[in-house]
């Protein structure tokens, strides 16, 4: 059974940068039938997708965050990185790593989440 | 791709039927998965491709439609299914998501 497991920085000032971590556990890391994605949900808010990197180290990332994140990959210790930089009160959310998978290299899924990680960003 | 779901909240009964569509602002043929959230849990999977259930997943869940607007059945709502759904694209990057539906008891 596949498990992720996420932690970092639950509250930032405006300016800062936010570093999340997710681990893999269960399952294989290094297939090329998934990759590995972020997601966001502002308090009592829908669900925005950040972006997503897969076991090629190659990254897609929403342009509405306008070139302040970095999607990073450590596959010797199963796990993969978020960094958003010059955060805002905007930016205030909670914050879930998920597993995307290709089934049939055709239809694309999140099918693993984490547990969410709550960053405030105040002054 | 702007996706729009509705109606936003429902109000209904164990037993009731309950169908929840999904609307994208263009065609994205059946490239659509359909999650449930409840309160403090991260989403959960329920129907990719427009129609294919997950493993695991109570067969009451139904997915259906292809283009630009998709639904989301129950077909006999029980109590564990009181939650929020979202729809989600899958046709093109970035994946957007619905702003969800809140299904609650009546």
């Known amino acids: 059974q596949v498990q992720l497991q996420q932690w970092g920085a639950g509250l930032l000032r405006p300016s800062e940068t936010l570093s999340l971590t997710c681990a893999v556990y269960?399952?294989?890391?290094?297939?090329?039938?998934?990759?590995w994605s972020w997601i966001r949900q502002p308090p009592g808010k829908g669900l925005e997708y950040i972006g997503e990197i897969n076991n090629s180290g190659s990254t897609n990332y929403n342009p509405s965050l306008k070139g302040r994140v970095t999607i990073s990959l450590d596959a010797s210790n199963n796990q993969f990185s978020l960094r958003v930089t010059s955060v805002t009160a905007a930016d205030t959310a909670v914050y879930y790593c998920?597993?995307?998978?290709?089934?049939?290299?055709?239809?694309?899924?999140?099918?693993?989440w984490g547990q969410g990680a709550l960053v405030t960003v105040s002054s | 791709i702007q996706m729009t779901q509705s109606p936003s909240s429902l109000s209904a009964s164990v037993g009731d039927r309950v169908t929840i569509t999904c609307r994208a602002s263009?065609?994205?043929?059946?490239?659509l998965n359909w999650y449930q959230q409840k309160p403090g849990k991260a989403p959960k999977l329920l129907i990719y491709g427009a129609s294919s259930l997950q493993s695991g997943v109570p067969s009451r869940f139904s997915g259906s439609g292809s283009g630009t607007d998709l639904t989301l059945t129950i077909s006999s709502l029980q109590p564990e299914d009181f939650a929020t759904y979202y729809c989600q694209q899958s046709y093109r990057t970035p994946w957007t998501f619905g702003q969800g539906t809140k299904v609650e008891i009546k």
């Open positions: 998920a597993r995307q998978t290709y089934h049939d290299f055709s239809e694309f899924y999140f099918d693993y």
């Open positions: 263009q065609s994205i043929s059946s490239y």
């Open positions: 269960g399952g294989s890391f290094s297939g090329y039938s998934w990759s």
